[in-house]
């Protein structure tokens, strides 16, 4: 379920979203402010608002499936990345609505999983949900980065 979640979540909804709005509504605004705007809400917004709020009330499963700690001690950090996963879901399902919103969105989302997915690749020992979590991490990082560049950048 988990794996099917977040391939759900930041790869098939935000590409097809993109691919909608681009030939279905025939968007003339070019497909970088629609990579934004999508991969925003759903693998900042939608994917770290459901994550934040099973961290906050199962953080069990994060600390044991995720990072593999089978001891209680560290519930209470997770609960707390919890909050701040629902904060950041919050930010990124709201820019959804408010386009001045999404750079910031992307921005804080984006360098939320270029960190969390370089601290999970300099583990040497990871199970297949640490994994996942990794590649998924690095991705939205690399899509988000690109397109900060691509908008901020003029060529």
């Not at 709005?21 to 759903?42: D, M, R, S, Y």
């Not at 917004?45 to 209680?72: C, M």
């Not at 560290?74 to 701040?84: D, N």
């Not at 999970?120 to 994994?131: D, I, P, Q, V, Y």
Request: with cysteine; glycine share 10%.
């Amino acid at each position: 379920m988990y794996i099917a979640f977040v391939t759900l979540l930041t790869c098939i909804l935000p590409v097809a979203s993109v691919i909608v709005q681009l030939f279905a509504f025939k968007n003339a605004a070019g497909i970088w402010p629609l990579v934004g705007e999508w991969f925003v809400f759903w693998a900042v917004g939608v994917r770290l608002l459901i994550a934040g709020l099973r961290q906050v009330a199962n953080p069990q499963f994060t600390a044991e499936r995720i990072f593999n700690i089978k001891s209680a001690e560290p519930l209470s950090v997770v609960r707390e990345l919890g909050f701040a996963n629902i904060s950041m879901g919050i930010l990124g399902i709201c820019a959804f609505f408010n386009g001045g919103w999404v750079m910031p969105a992307a921005m804080v989302g984006g360098l939320f999983y270029g960190l969390a997915g370089v601290g999970h690749a300099f583990k040497t020992e990871r199970n297949l949900f640490e994994n996942v979590a990794m590649y998924s991490d690095l991705l939205v990082f690399v899509v988000l980065l690109a397109y900060v560049i691509a908008t901020v950048v003029t060529w």
